[in-house]
């Protein structure tokens, strides 16, 4: 399987609370014309279960339900259409299911919260489709894995014993990867590309890294020039990246620097939380970390290019790969480690490469990045992508940097595997309590949703 789609073009605040939904609910409704069954339609309902249920309104999961279910694509998704379709529900009861037959639609009937944990994993959301006599023509449970990704009941049941096809070159852990690496004389990013070339062409590869790039930049000059200076939500938060834009220069004291990494990762990070547009990468709550370090590279150092933003990227979706493969991306299933901790390793990793490191540097900057992630909480206040979510970016892109450069500079033998850091990050967030996994029930989201209250 191709590991481009470690980064998605979406709309924010989150990959599995947001964009999960959108997803799930266009493939309900390809399935329904798949099956003919579009037409026949006469009411959905649509159910959240879990952390979905939890904190979608804060992650706006059940607008997200509403926009897929008009067919909207996330990629093209635009303020101005989600506002309409919006309004057409809200006011009218109505809504173009697929973008092509008109039902009624009732947020208060058809869209359902239930707070029960299903078994196979923490986000989860069913669809039904129901005739003009009330009886269901067809039902679907979709999971939102992590990261935009989305697999059906029978996907998920299956995961375990679906056979993969073969692939000539095949990277399951870090360690296939340094052996197939050093094997062949290629660094991370060189890998990487050989690896994606089994799917697509060099130049395919290069130009959605390109436009990945693009949509990174974007995000940030969105970031930093905002419609509005206050985050939708109960919280009322400022945004703060305008106004540190505008302030910023450059000094003479060596740690200013960390103020322009901040504001790289505080703009994308605001931009998100206003439900803007932004590359998952691996997912929406960790959206800043890698292009802040990418931005740090474009705009503090000499020589980045577009080439090396492709090398970057290629890198960082091979290490991103192996989180998504061996543990999670997801903060519901395995906390902020997962989304911070898995885009800082990430980062650590890709930088490592575009700054001349070789391939067993890389793996022992990815595993530095994660190992001070670990035991990290998703606590957010509200439900909402602003608090804690927003600054851990920053902290999260400046230890991705500090890790690349102690890789670079050891001489000793790490200890610590990547693999056993992933599988550590893994196992400690399923023996974290479930309060402080994506549900608002604890930390934070609970000490200061009483204050705000």
């Not at 303020?79 to 009861?93: A, D, F, G, R, T």
């Not at 200890?415 to 056993?420: A, I, T, Y």
Request: aromatic letters at 6%; charged letters at 20%.
């Amino acid at each position: 399987m191709s590991n481009l789609n470690i980064f998605k073009i979406g709309v924010g605040p989150s990959s599995s609370h947001t964009l999960g939904p959108i997803l799930a609910a266009n493939a309900f409704c390809e399935t329904l014309k798949e099956k003919t069954l579009l037409q026949k339609t006469n009411q959905v309902n649509a159910t959240l279960f879990g952390s979905l249920s939890l904190t979608g309104k804060g992650h706006l999961s059940d607008k997200a339900l509403i926009w897929g279910l008009s067919g909207i694509n996330p990629k093209t998704i635009s303020p101005s259409l989600q506002e309409e379709i919006l309004k057409e529900v809200m006011e009218n009861k109505t809504l173009k299911l697929g973008g092509e037959r008109k039902i009624s639609f009732i947020y208060e009937k058809n869209i359902h919260f239930c707070n029960e944990f299903l078994p196979l994993h923490e986000n989860a959301m069913e669809f039904s489709a129901l005739d003009e006599k009330g009886e269901i023509l067809f039902k679907e449970r979709y999971y939102s894995i992590g990261g935009g990704f989305i697999k059906t009941q029978e996907q998920m049941q299956n995961r375990n014993t679906t056979k993969t096809i073969q692939q000539k070159l095949e990277i399951n852990n870090a360690k296939e990867l340094i052996q197939e690496a050093n094997k062949r004389r290629k660094n991370l990013a060189e890998i990487s590309m050989l690896y994606e070339k089994q799917f697509h062409t060099k130049e395919e590869i290069r130009e959605y890294c390109i436009e990945i790039w693009e949509v990174m930049q974007e995000s940030f000059y969105q970031g930093c020039h905002p419609k509005s200076l206050i985050l939708p939500g109960p919280l009322h938060l400022h945004r703060r990246a305008k106004g540190l834009y505008e302030r910023i220069h450059p000094t003479t004291d060596p740690f200013g620097i960390l103020d322009y990494i901040s504001l790289y990762a505080i703009a994308i990070a605001e931009e998100n939380a206003g439900g803007g547009r932004v590359v998952t990468a691996p997912t929406n709550g960790a959206c800043a970390v890698i292009p802040s370090v990418m931005l740090y590279l474009k705009n503090h150092s000499v020589g980045f290019s577009d080439a090396l933003a492709v090398d970057f990227l290629l890198s960082a979706m091979m290490i991103g790969s192996l989180y998504k493969k061996n543990a999670s991306i997801s903060g519901a299933e395995a906390g902020c480690q997962a989304e911070i901790g898995s885009a800082s390793s990430m980062a650590a990793a890709a930088m490592t490469t575009i700054l001349g490191g070789n391939i067993q540097q890389a793996c022992n900057a990815a595993e530095i990045a994660m190992e001070h992630h670990l035991g990290l909480t998703c606590d957010p206040a509200f439900g909402l992508v602003q608090i804690p979510c927003i600054e851990r970016n920053a902290f999260g892109a400046i230890k991705a940097i500090s890790a690349a450069r102690m890789a670079m500079t050891r001489k000793s033998h790490p200890v610590v595997s990547l693999d056993n850091v992933i599988a550590t990050m893994y196992q400690t967030g399923k023996d974290m309590n479930a309060k402080y996994r994506e549900t608002a029930l604890g930390g934070l989201a609970k000490t200061l949703s009483k204050s705000v209250c």
